[in-house]
């Protein structure tokens, strides 16, 4: 199980510092010592040779015995990191309820949140990319047991700073489709309408249809409505394509949408619960 990709990604964006080499070494041995490869992802957003923001992400499957004491050199390793600017650290009994979201993405439409199972294992460092200011790493580690089993997920992701590039989106409607100042066509005529292959592909639209949703003024009811319906769409016709985290993850989004964007229209919460209903099915 070889990890040549990732590394050669992290190296033409920036020389890794030797304060994250540690986690990149954490990473690479348990690859090694994994006793299976359950998924491996590299969803790159803008460019496959050269990404400017991508996910990396593993899930490994190890025995109990193999596993050992690694739980606590995984604190060690991400607790002793100085050189990171924020650390997030949520591991077993720990009863406290918090989560912690890391966006990606060129508009930083996408993120994968962490904190949200109570049964699992959770550690979070952001770095600096010191080439770019404008830009970080975060690296994440999740562990949990499953019967006789440990399960590791890893993550390496990188893309702009939310707190450094904003992000403001304009969205557009000229009686056909809806489409935002970058280009990006939100939602229109059959033919324009982007292929849904697989769970990348669900996520990548699930990321721009709610970053839409999220930044439309609320006076275009129009828009939010047209925005609703393809939500809705989506998830009920490929929502099967989801891994359980991807699907836990849209939930959120999806009740997060209800809570706080849904102006208490009951057209547009009564969609989007439809979406949620779809998910669980």
Same mark, same amino acid.
């Given at each position: 199980?070889?990890?040549?990709?990732?590394?050669?990604?992290?190296?033409?964006?920036?020389? +890794?510092?030797?304060?994250?080499?540690?986690?990149?070494?954490?990473?690479?041995?348990?690859?090694?010592r994994g006793?299976k490869t359950?998924?491996?992802?590299?969803?790159?957003?803008?460019?496959?040779?050269?990404?400017?923001?991508?996910?990396?992400?593993?899930?490994? +499957?190890?025995?109990?015995?193999a596993f050992?004491?690694?739980?606590?050199?995984? +604190?060690?390793?991400?607790?002793? !990191?100085?050189?990171?600017?924020?650390?997030?650290?949520?591991?077993?009994?720990?009863?406290?309820?918090?989560?912690?979201?890391?966006?990606? =993405?060129?508009?930083?439409?996408?993120?994968?949140?962490? =904190?949200?199972?109570?049964?699992?294992?959770?550690?979070?460092?952001?770095?600096?990319?010191?080439?770019?200011?404008?830009?970080?790493?975060?690296?994440?580690?999740?562990?949990?047991?499953?019967?006789?089993?440990?399960?590791?997920?890893?993550?390496?992701?990188? =893309?702009?700073?939310?707190?450094?590039?904003?992000?403001?989106?304009?969205?557009?409607?000229?009686?056909?489709?809806?489409?935002?100042?970058?280009?990006?066509?939100?939602?229109?005529? !059959?033919?324009?309408?982007?292929?849904?292959?697989?769970?990348?592909?669900?996520?990548?639209?699930?990321?721009?249809?709610?970053?839409?949703?999220?930044?439309?003024?609320?006076?275009?009811?129009?828009?939010?409505? =047209?925005?609703?319906?393809?939500?809705?769409?989506?998830?009920?016709?490929?929502?099967?394509?989801?891994?359980?985290?991807?699907?836990?993850?849209?939930?959120?989004?999806?009740?997060?949408?209800?809570?706080?964007?849904?102006?208490?229209?009951?057209?547009?919460?009564?969609?989007? !619960?439809?979406?949620?209903?779809?998910?669980?099915?």
């Amino acid at each position: 199980m070889k990890r040549y990709s990732i590394l050669f990604i992290a190296m033409t964006i920036s020389v +890794v510092a030797s304060a994250q080499e540690s986690i990149e070494k954490l990473f690479s041995s348990l690859d090694a010592r994994g006793d299976k490869t359950l998924l491996s992802k590299n969803h790159y957003e803008d460019n496959n040779d050269n990404p400017t923001t991508f996910c990396n992400y593993e899930e490994i +499957v190890m025995t109990k015995s193999a596993f050992g004491k690694l739980g606590a050199t995984f +604190v060690t390793t991400f607790t002793n !990191e100085k050189d990171a600017y924020k650390l997030y650290s949520k591991t077993l009994p720990s009863l406290f309820k918090s989560e912690f979201s890391v966006p990606y =993405g060129t508009q930083n439409e996408y993120s994968v949140t962490f =904190g949200s199972h109570a049964t699992h294992n959770y550690l979070v460092a952001l770095f600096r990319d010191k080439k770019n200011s404008d830009k970080r790493h975060a690296y994440a580690i999740v562990w949990y047991e499953r019967g006789s089993d440990i399960i590791i997920l890893h993550y390496h992701i990188y =893309g702009n700073d939310p707190a450094r590039v904003p992000q403001q989106r304009v969205i557009t409607y000229d009686g056909k489709q809806i489409i935002d100042n970058k280009g990006y066509v939100v939602t229109g005529l !059959e033919n324009l309408e982007p292929t849904i292959n697989d769970d990348l592909d669900f996520m990548k639209r699930f990321g721009t249809l709610r970053a839409s949703f999220v930044s439309t003024e609320v006076d275009k009811t129009l828009v939010l409505y =047209g925005l609703v319906v393809k939500i809705a769409e989506l998830c009920k016709k490929h929502g099967r394509l989801l891994t359980d985290n991807e699907r836990a993850t849209c939930d959120k989004s999806l009740s997060e949408l209800i809570k706080n964007y849904s102006l208490g229209d009951v057209y547009l919460t009564g969609m989007l !619960e439809e979406a949620r209903i779809a998910l669980k099915k």
